[in-house]
């Protein structure tokens, strides 16, 4: 199936400062990437949704100021965490599409913010 | 309201025995796509099987297969001669519509024993 990549899977952060999480297709190009969160034991919840060279669709709920997402290319989507607080501490998960087709997800990040 | 439900938080079978795992959705779209998502504790997600609304046959990959019942809206998944490895977090997915995002049941956690 196809690869899709995530840097990095691990991420340990003071409160208040930024992370950026990459989300790469590496074997295809992906016209859409979808940024998902999960807390532990619980299900995926999607948070945005990001089409190449356009503005990323925010669940509702979902600050787009504390989450930027930028989608510059058909392989490479970016997900920033602003001023992450503790409660920001996930795992965040992405997942890259061509049009009509399945949608192969990265191996995640996690975030621990202390 | 477009929805995935998993009743079964947790199930227990022995190796080499099948088991199934349910899941029913709802949606009004008469075009959509039903995923299972196997999560190990590792946390990524590996794609398992695909049914397509419109598909005619229940969808076979090798030890899986999805019992799809279309009147009842039910996509099952059924898991033959169950392997140690098999022991995950197991997700059902649908995409209601082409190119959008999935959305998740809860998940059944599967725990395979020798």
């Known amino acids: 199936g196809a690869v899709v990549s995530q840097h990095p899977s691990w991420v340990i952060c003071k409160s208040g400062t930024s992370v950026k999480i990459e989300c790469r297709s590496l074997d295809f190009q992906a016209t859409t990437m979808f940024w998902y969160r999960q807390f532990p034991k619980q299900s995926l919840m999607l948070m945005a949704t990001s089409n190449e060279g356009s503005k990323a669709t925010y669940e509702q709920g979902v600050e787009k100021d504390k989450f930027l997402i930028n989608h510059a290319s058909l392989t490479l989507s970016t997900l920033t965490v602003t001023s992450a607080h503790p409660e920001d501490s996930s795992f965040y998960i992405c997942?890259?599409?061509?049009?009509?087709?399945?949608?192969?997800f990265g191996p995640g990040t996690r975030l621990l913010v202390l | 309201a477009q929805k995935i439900t998993q009743t079964q938080p947790g199930m227990f079978v022995q190796e080499k025995e099948a088991v199934t795992l349910d899941c029913t959705y709802d949606t009004s779209d008469p075009s959509y796509g039903l995923f299972w998502y196997k999560q190990p504790s590792s946390g990524e997600m590996i794609f398992l099987i695909y049914q397509g609304s419109y598909d005619q046959q229940n969808a076979t990959e090798g030890r899986y297969s999805l019992n799809f019942q279309k009147a009842r809206k039910s996509a099952n998944l059924v898991i033959s001669a169950s392997q140690l490895g098999d022991s995950a977090m197991y997700f059902c997915a649908m995409r209601p519509g082409a190119g959008t995002a999935l959305i998740f049941g809860k998940g059944t956690t599967l725990s395979v024993s020798s």
């Open positions: 997942s890259a599409s061509w049009v009509l087709g399945t949608q192969y």
